[in-house]
């Protein structure tokens, strides 16, 4: 079956034409990351939406590092002469410079949030260690200490919870010389007992038949 071929034109539905790009976006960056792996090679892509978003990629450092490589190699090999080059270079430098100072500010901003949240989480951590060791010397009026009673009764019942379960599910296997001691008492119990007339209160009677002899 032959492929219809497709009619490159301009979309001319605004709404179309946003989703259409949002999608080829993705797919031509996929395809430019891919390029720089496969070949080894630094590849920088700078796109910019209907909208006028930017959309930028850089398979090596930033986006500047690729354009001030490109500003940096003679006219001969970059097609000619850049009007403004030394303006251009100044703003390029100033453009990375910029990224990597706003790139460190979020990194701290990030770091500080986590911070804050450890911070908090610690708090949490050691109001209940207090509440599981109450200090029985700040607890001054009966509301207090219903709240510490309230508060261990449901810890204990957690607990009781959580070991019920536990045990429900726990089978305990019997070790051999358990086994063995087991089946030892099953058999002393089975058998007969001897009495022993010495050790035992047991006192024989004694006949004697008319010859004098006694059994």
Do not use: W
């Not at 051999?176 to 009677?205: C, H």
């Amino acid at each position: 079956m032959v492929r219809k071929k497709l009619i490159v034109k301009k979309i001319e539905n605004p709404s179309s034409l946003q989703v259409t790009y949002c999608k080829r976006k993705d797919g031509i960056i996929k395809k430019a990351s891919e390029l720089a792996v496969l070949c080894d090679t630094d590849v920088g892509l700078v796109m910019f939406s209907p909208t006028g978003r930017l959309t930028s990629f850089a398979s090596n450092g930033r986006i500047e590092d690729i354009f001030l490589r490109y500003i940096d190699r003679p006219n001969e090999l970059r097609g000619g002469p850049i009007e403004n080059e030394e303006r251009l270079y100044r703003s390029l430098k100033n453009s990375k410079y910029e990224g990597e100072i706003l790139e460190q500010i979020a990194k701290l901003k990030t770091l500080g949030e986590e911070l804050h949240d450890l911070n908090q989480l610690e708090d949490e951590m050691q109001q209940k260690m207090r509440s599981y060791n109450p200090d029985t010397e700040k607890i001054t009026s009966i509301y207090d200490a219903l709240v510490h009673q309230k508060f261990l009764t449901n810890a204990i019942q957690r607990i009781e919870e959580m070991k019920a379960k536990l045990l429900g599910k726990q089978i305990v296997p019997l070790e051999p010389d358990s086994i063995e001691v087991g089946k030892e008492k099953e058999s002393q119990s089975s058998e007969v007992p001897v009495l022993d007339i010495k050790d035992s209160n047991f006192m024989a009677e004694e006949s004697v038949d008319p010859n004098g002899r006694r059994y």
